[in-house]
């Protein structure tokens, strides 16, 4: 099994409809993350929570909210989804905390792609 | 603010050839971390290499050496000896140190072509 693991892979839903991606995973590590990748952009940051009661917002937060229900799980909603949130949504965990240079190497899932019409 | 700059969106390698993926990055932090993922056609991203802003030798992983140039403030990737297999987008990747969150940076990526 992966050691992280998104669901679903793949999904094509319409705007105005609410969608979650949900993401799991089995490294222990007490951080994680949810990154959007879009063509040309690289991966930009929307949310991350460093432990079950911490919730934090990356830079492009706006239309998306997010839950920490356990050290394992991780979930993104869309609430009322648009097509400019088409995209590859990564979920990412890693160890923490050391200094801003330590090698605390973030390990992706295989990614969530949404589609929006 | 920290930012990430990939000034080449592609880039053609032979096989068996070395190639230089360039990273340059913009940061007021003075303890920092530089990263490389993978991303082939498949979608996942493979972490490759780490450079501590501290590290006074330059990282290597097999293949993979990065070339860190801190007055520079540049941050390039070495592939030595290309293969088929490397063809991929490259990302590169800052985490720094504003106050107590430190995340991911990441540059807007390097599609390499290996050719025959």
Redesign the interface.
């Given at each position: 099994d992966a050691d992280v693991t998104q669901t679903p892979r793949n999904r094509i839903t319409k705007t105005g409809k609410r969608i979650m991606l949900e993401c799991s995973q089995t490294k222990g590590h007490d951080r994680m993350y949810w990154y959007r990748q879009d063509p040309g952009l690289g991966l930009r940051l929307i949310y991350y929570s460093f432990d079950v009661k911490d919730i934090n917002k990356g830079e492009i937060s706006d239309g998306y909210s997010v839950s920490r229900q356990a050290q394992a799980k991780f979930s993104l909603s869309l609430e009322s989804a648009i097509p400019n949130q088409t995209a590859l949504y990564f979920c990412a965990t890693s160890d923490g905390p050391t200094g801003a240079d330590g090698a605390n190497v973030l390990t992706f899932g295989a990614g969530s792609r949404l589609t929006v019409l | 603010a920290q930012k990430?700059t990939q000034t080449q969106?592609g880039m053609f390698v032979q096989e068996k050839e070395a190639v230089t993926l360039d990273c340059t990055y913009d940061t007021s932090?003075p303890?920092?971390?530089l990263?490389w993922?993978k991303q082939p056609s498949s979608?996942?991203?493979i972490?490759l290499i780490?450079q501590?802003?501290?590290?006074q030798q330059n990282a290597t992983e097999g293949r993979y050496s990065l070339n860190f140039q801190k007055a520079r403030k540049s941050a390039n990737l070495v592939i030595s000896a290309s293969q088929l297999g490397d063809s991929a987008m490259y990302?590169c990747?800052m985490?720094?140190?504003t106050g107590t969150?430190?995340?991911?940076?990441?540059?807007?990526?390097t599609r390499l072509q290996v050719t025959l």
């Open positions: - | 990430i969106p932090d303890s920092y971390g990263f993922y979608g996942e991203m972490f780490y501590g802003s501290y590290d990302f990747a985490r720094g140190d969150a430190s995340k991911l940076t990441f540059g807007t990526g």
